[in-house]
């Protein structure tokens, strides 16, 4: 059964150039010229992965993917953003993207960032039902819930799968170019800031409450899950 891809943006050129490049790949390719008419069909029937650009008339891309997560939604977000600044780029994470591609972008690294969160969204579903303990911090699979000394984490659908990565391997100095293969599923190319992005923000929300720091960087090797500073 072939995989359902949604883009929203209201750029017409961009909307033809990915539509013919991902029915190439043998997709199903379903299009939305702005924020409004891409939630109605988000609502309507939900697709596999979605192309959401952020600057949009009417409700932009930031909006339509905060309001998805509100509704409970999962469908991996894979956002569009003209803005190549971090400011922009952690408030697109941060309501709920999954990862995001700055323009101009190649058709290859966007095709291949969707077959990413393809195979994300595969790897979760199969993911089995168990909870993983580390010191004061519970993650549970089954339910996707985060706790730390019982308080709950909102954590991003991307800073879950993040932090699972961690909690399997603790104590372990996992390299960048490890998490970016097992969270993206792309070779790290050395100019993205993303996987500084996201360990920035995983580190704010799981020291929200005042509990000590336990994803540490390990310089010129990568990070690594412990609890001694």
Do not use: H
């Amino acid at each position: 059964m072939r995989s359902t891809i949604l883009i929203v943006d209201d750029d017409e050129k961009i909307v033809s150039m990915l539509r013919r490049g991902l029915a190439f790949e043998g997709y199903e390719v379903q299009t939305a010229s702005n924020g409004a008419e891409g939630l109605s069909k988000l609502m309507d029937k939900e697709p596999d992965v979605v192309v959401l650009d952020v600057m949009m008339p009417q409700i932009d891309g930031f909006e339509v993917c905060r309001r998805l997560r509100e509704a409970g939604s999962k469908v991996p977000v894979l956002m569009l953003t003209a803005k190549d600044e971090v400011q922009s780029r952690v408030t697109g994470l941060d309501t709920g993207a999954d990862d995001y591609l700055v323009k101009p972008f190649a058709l290859e690294e966007l095709l291949a960032r969707v077959r990413a969160l393809l195979r994300r969204k595969s790897d979760i579903a199969e993911t089995p039902d168990n909870r993983l303990v580390y010191e004061d911090i519970i993650l549970d699979n089954d339910s996707r819930e985060v706790l730390r000394d019982g308080k709950r984490l909102e954590l991003t659908a991307k800073e879950f799968e993040l932090l699972n990565l961690f909690m399997q391997n603790p104590k372990r100095v996992l390299s960048r170019d490890l998490i970016m293969d097992k969270i993206w599923g792309y070779d790290y190319s050395g100019e993205s800031n993303v996987l500084e992005v996201y360990i920035a923000m995983l580190r704010q929300k799981t020291e929200e409450y005042g509990g000590k720091r336990l994803i540490q960087t390990i310089r010129g090797a990568g990070y690594i899950l412990r609890g001694d500073s």
